[in-house]
C-alpha cells in the first residue's frame, strides 16, 4: 500500500511538471531554479542533524532557518528591483559596485565549496546503496572522480549539453520528494490505526546548538539565483517567483519532519550522511533505492549548476579568465575541500561563505535604501541581517 502511495504520488507530480501547462508556464519556469536548489537532497542530511541537536524541536529548527533565510531573500528581492538597475549605469555608485564586485568573488568560493558538498552526499549515497554501508574514502573518491569529470566538461565546451536535461532531472527530483511525502504520510496514518505514537522524541538542545543551527544555513541556500536569471525573466517575475519558490520550500520543510516525526529517532540513531536513508528502510524497502535515485541526479545536476554559475561569476568579476580555464581551478579547490573535510564540516563551511555573501547583499540593500531615503525601520533591519549573517559565518559551526 505505501509503495502505491510513493509511486502514484510522484508520477502525478512528474506529469504535473513535464505534461501539463503547469510545467510550461514561465512563472515554473522563472520558479524552478530557486526552488531546486533550494530543496536539494541536503533536505535528507537535514533530518538526522537537527533531531541530533534539537531533538523534538527540530520542526521548529528548520521552521526558524526557513524564516531567516526568507528574511535575507527580501533583501536579495530588493536589490534585483532596486540595486540592479543602479549597477546598468554608466557610472555606478562606487561603494555599491565595489560590494558587488566582493560580493560575486565570494559567491565564486561558496559555489565551489557546495560543489564538494553535493558531489560528497552524491559519493555517500551512492555508496550506501551499493555496499549497504558507510566507505567515506570511497564516497570520496568517487566524488573526485565526478569532479574530474565536471573539470574536464567545462574545459572542453560540453558541460552546457548536461544542463540541457535540467528541467528532467528537477521533475525527477521533486517527484520522488512528493512520493516520499505521501508515503511518510500513509505510515503516519497507518501507525494511528494501529494505536501506535506518531510523536517526535523529547525536545532537546541548549544554547550551544545555535551556532550549529546557525551551521546550517547551506539547507535553505539557493533562493539567490533568482538574482542570475535576468537574462531570461524580468525583475518583477523574478521577485515573485522567488517568494513562490521560498514559501514552498519552507511548507516541503516542514511537512517534511512533520511527516517524519515518528522516524526522528531512528534517523538521529544512524550515522553519517545516510542515516535518513536507513529510517527510510522501517517505512518500504522501495523508498531507499528510490531516494538514492533522486539523490543522485539532483547532486550531480546541482553541482553542474554550481560549477557554471562559479565560473561564469568568475569571469565577470575577474574580466580575464575565460570560463573555460575558470574550470580546473574551480575543481582543484573543491578537491581540496572534499579531501581535507568531512561533510559536517564542509556543510558549515558552505554556509559560513554563503552567509558572507549575504551579508554583502544585505549591506547593499541597506546603503541603497538609506540613499533612498528609504524607511528607518527597513534600513535598521538590513542591517541587524547584515549581523546576524555575519555571525552565522563567524559562529557556526558543524554537527557532530
Not at 55 to 67: K, R, V
Not at 221 to 240: A, H, I, K
Not at 354 to 361: E, I, K, P, T
Request: charged letters at 10%.
Amino acid at each position: 500500500m505505501i509503495e502505491a502511495f510513493f509511486s502514484i504520488s510522484a508520477l502525478a507530480v512528474f506529469t504535473a511538471i513535464l505534461f501539463t501547462r503547469i510545467g510550461r508556464s514561465e512563472v515554473w519556469r522563472a520558479m524552478v531554479a530557486p526552488l531546486a536548489s533550494i530543496i536539494g537532497s541536503g533536505f535528507l542530511v537535514s533530518a538526522p542533524l537537527l533531531g541530533r541537536e534539537l531533538g523534538g524541536f527540530a520542526i521548529l529548527g528548520i521552521a526558524g532557518l526557513c524564516a531567516f533565510a526568507w528574511a535575507i531573500g527580501g533583501a536579495v528581492r530588493y536589490n534585483i528591483l532596486h540595486v540592479e538597475p543602479l549597477l546598468e549605469q554608466a557610472l555606478p555608485p562606487r561603494n555599491v559596485a565595489v560590494l558587488e564586485r566582493l560580493s560575486a568573488f565570494t559567491l565564486f568560493f561558496a559555489y565551489v565549496i557546495s560543489v564538494a558538498y553535493y558531489l560528497a552526499l552524491l559519493g555517500a549515497f551512492v555508496v550506501k546503496e551499493a555496499t549497504g554501508a558507510a566507505d567515506p574514502v570511497m564516497a570520496k573518491l568517487i566524488a573526485t572522480a565526478l569532479l574530474g569529470l565536471i573539470g574536464w566538461l567545462g574545459w572542453s565546451g560540453g558541460i552546457r549539453k548536461v544542463i540541457q536535461i535540467e528541467s528532467g532531472v528537477v521533475a525527477l527530483k521533486l517527484a520522488v520528494i512528493g512520493g516520499f511525502l505521501a508515503a511518510l504520510a500513509a505510515y503516519g496514518c497507518g501507525l494511528l490505526w494501529e494505536g501506535a505514537s506518531v510523536m517526535p522524541p523529547e525536545p532537546r538542545g541548549d544554547w550551544g546548538s545555535v551556532p550549529v543551527l546557525l551551521g546550517m544555513l547551506i539547507m535553505v541556500q539557493g533562493f539567490e539565483t533568482s538574482r542570475f536569471l535576468g537574462e531570461e525573466f524580468g525583475r518583477e517575475m523574478r521577485v515573485r517567483t522567488m517568494r513562490y519558490a521560498q514559501f514552498a520550500a519552507t511548507g516541503i520543510y516542514v511537512a517534511f519532519f512533520a511527516l517524519l516525526s515518528p522516524l526522528i529517532s531512528a534517523a538521529m540513531e544512524g550515522r553519517g550522511e545516510t542515516a535518513v536513508m536507513d529510517a527510510a528502510l522501517l517505512v518500504s524497502p522501495l523508498l531507499p533505492l528510490a531516494l538514492t535515485l533522486g539523490a543522485v541526479a539532483s547532486q550531480f545536476s546541482a553541482a553542474v549548476a554550481d560549477a557554471i554559475g562559479g565560473a561564469g561569476l568568475a569571469h565577470g568579476a575577474t574580466r580575464r579568465l575565460t570560463g573555460h580555464q575558470v574550470y580546473p581551478v574551480l575543481v582543484f579547490v573543491s578537491a581540496l575541500v572534499l579531501w581535507e573535510t568531512d561533510i559536517y564540516e564542509v556543510i558549515a563551511l558552505a554556509s559560513r561563505a554563503f552567509a558572507v555573501y549575504y551579508m554583502l547583499q544585505c549591506a547593499i540593500a541597506a546603503i541603497v535604501t538609506a540613499k533612498a531615503g528609504g524607511d528607518r525601520s527597513a534600513i535598521a533591519g538590513r542591517i541587524l541581517l547584515t549581523l546576524l549573517c555575519a555571525g552565522v559565518a563567524v559562529f557556526g559551526i558543524p554537527a557532530e
